[in-house]
Every structure is written in structure tokens, then in C-alpha cells.
């Protein structure tokens, strides 16, 4: 599969939202990988892959939730977190916004997410 590296507008926008705050300290994928090939919606490629490493509650969750306000239905985002609230707060960010939450664990601290955007 061909993947290419694409500026991520939504990370600067984040990054100026957020800009004075801890958030802006956060670590962003600089350049998410967006997949060219195949059907988006069936594959478990991310579209885009954000880092919430060290922040707290509700950093992780304003993040994602930003992240996925770009997104074409069906794509897929992944996150990085170690804030355990994050597990409660993204199983209720998709049932809400009828998203879908693909994958959640925790491996050493770090809790990983997959959450494919809803056609809403």
C-alpha cells in the first residue's frame, strides 16, 4: 500500500488554539499518514495519528476531538494517552458522536485508541 506524508492543518490549528496553555506542549504527529489506495473506510491504516502523551483530562479528549472534526467518514484515527480517563472518555466521545471505537488498551501506562469517524 502507498502511503504519503501530508501537512496536517488540523495540527496547526491545534497548535494555535492551544497555543500558551500545556496543551501546546503537547507532542503532534507532525506529519500524519494519510493512505492513497483502497478504501478508507474498510482499512485499519490511520489517517491521522495523535500523541496525547502527559496530558490530563480534558486535553486528550478536546484533541481528539478536533482531530476527527476534519476527517472523512470511514477514516480512522489513532491516539497515544496516559491519562486513564481517556478509556471513559473516548468510549463516550463515539457513543455520542456515533463514531466507532475499534481499539483500546493499555500497554505500560500508555493507553492506545483506534476511532473510525461516523458518517454524521
Known sequence: MQVKAVKSASNQ?????FA???????????????????????SS????????RGL???????????ALRPLAAGAVLE?????????RDFEQLCRFLGH???AADETGGVYHFRIRKGGG
Open 56 to 66: 490530563n483530562c480534558p486535553e486528550p479528549l478536546m484533541l481528539a476531538r478536533n
Open 45 to 52: 491504516q490511520p489517517a491521522v495519528v495523535l500523541d496525547a
Open 20 to 42: 500558551g496553555t500545556a496543551v501546546s506542549s503537547a507532542t503532534f504527529a507532525e506529519e500524519p499518514v494519510i493512505s492513497d489506495q483502497g478504501d478508507i473506510s474498510t
Open 79 to 87: 491516539i497515544s494517552a496516559t491519562d486513564p480517563s481517556t478509556v
Open 100 to 102: 466507532d471505537l475499534l
Open 13 to 17: 490549528l491545534l497548535r494555535s488554539a
